[in-house]
């Protein structure tokens, strides 16, 4: 059975450009579904764009606040009109903006209250993979082994545990926005100068000169299904040019010759991280191995073009996971306390 799915991109974030170019990409990538495309604009206001105005420049330009204004209320999003309010007919919605508004929970708070359907993270699994420092606090507890870090909310008497080179990260971005390797003192202060204009607090890890490094994303429906494993293509680290020139890419890599231990741990890796906590999502994890040792990077939990590229046959996992989604339990309020408390009293 087809389905028709709603695209909901933008935001008020760091990675809206992305996210504009995600959609664009995942256009093409499910151009065999019917589609609707609800931006989601800096000032957070709800747009319907219309399938051909779906480019860059439309964006770039502003020319998307002359399309039709939405709502959200229960079920769905609704524009307004001389009729009154038309809903947006959608079967599904798919959460694609990146960082801040889609990824932290606002988005998955939003859907959820609304009862509306969607592909994405949900609210524990947004907290969770958004913040840098909560991400290896979970992979801690469930047995995935991370890179050491040191964790600082200011500069202030600041003593580097590491040796150089590190590695410097804002504490709740994504496409390597602000993160800057050190090579010596010199250039420290420099890259928490720079962290710091993106996020309050920092994580700096060691810099691991050629460590291989491993992405594999996937979904839970009625069983897992893994893309490949791929090896990115990079120098000294993914910046956020290569990064975002390889968000719009939709061409298949070919999988990365690893030994059949290596590509079991990444697996199980895997695995264990989306548990039930990302039920609802596709995900992409990045690995490092080091000394034939798997650890985890970070846990995208919106991938850039939804990591359609990893997939043999992207369309047919996404309509397998839309109906597969997890189920809210409906709570039933009926006032029988309340009741019991008036009865008790000879009110009625």
Known sequence: MSKKFGIIFGGESFEHEISVVSAITLKKVLSSFELEFVFLSSNREFFLIDSKDMKSNFFSSGGYKKSK???????????????????????????????????DGKIASLMEFYDIDFIGPRIEASVLSFNKLFTKFYAKEIGVKTLDYQHIKSRDGLKLKFDYPVIVKPLRLGSSIGVGVVKDKDELEYALDVAFEFDNEVLIEPFIKNVHEYNLAGCKTKKMNLSIIEKPQKDEFLDFDKKYLDFSRSSKPTAAPVSPKIKNEIESSFEKLYANLFDGSLIRCDFFVIDDEVYLNEINPIPGSMANYLFEDFGSIILELSNNLPKRKKITIDYLYINKIQSSKGKV
């Open 69 to 103: 204004k939405l709502t959200v209320e229960k079920n769905g999003f609704f524009q307004s009109g001389l009729l009154g309010k038309k809903k947006v007919e959608v079967d599904c919605f798919i959460n694609l903006i990146h960082g801040a508004d889609g990824e």
